[in-house]
């Protein structure tokens, strides 16, 4: 997660820092972009089941910072999640190039300010399995969606 959010500052705004003293903290929309992972799937001992995966995690550190939060997106999943914190773009089976088509259209909806992507996992089964996607050809396409992004 920490690696992504750092590709995610670099590709799209400044580390957001803490508020002045007496300040409201800047709300920061936030866009999260990725497969069931992002959808909220975990698999342990504790879960299993949408209830916010690493969103939960990552809300919960920002707002415990003192920083605001907005996740944004057109899908709600996420019940460990306050209810007007659950959305987001985690399609579960998604590839890489399933998200790259939608994306123009999700950043138009949601006006992030930071979109955090994880995906790729379901492009990593072999050739000839679900999905049809060539795992060797993961690198390009996601090359090709943080070009859309950015």
Request: hydrophobic share 40%; glycine share 10%.
């Amino acid at each position: 997660m920490v690696a992504t959010l750092l590709l995610v500052v670099l590709l799209l705004g400044n580390v957001p820092h803490p508020p002045a003293p007496g300040k409201k903290p800047v709300t920061l929309r936030i866009l999260p972009i990725g497969d069931s992972i992002t959808w909220g799937y975990l698999h342990s001992a504790l879960t299993v089941g949408p209830e916010g995966g690493y969103r939960l995690t990552l809300y919960n550190a920002l707002t415990e910072a003192g920083q605001a939060v907005q996740m944004t997106g057109n899908l709600s999943d996420g019940s460990a999640l306050p209810a007007d914190q659950r959305a987001h773009e985690g399609h579960s089976t998604f590839v890489i190039s399933q998200a790259e088509f939608f994306t123009p259209g999700w950043i138009a909806d949601a006006d992030p300010d930071y979109i955090l992507l994880i995906l790729g996992t379901n492009d990593m089964y072999p050739p000839g399995t679900y999905p049809t996607e060539n795992p060797d050809g993961a690198p390009t396409r996601l090359a090709s969606l943080l070009t859309t992004i950015h």
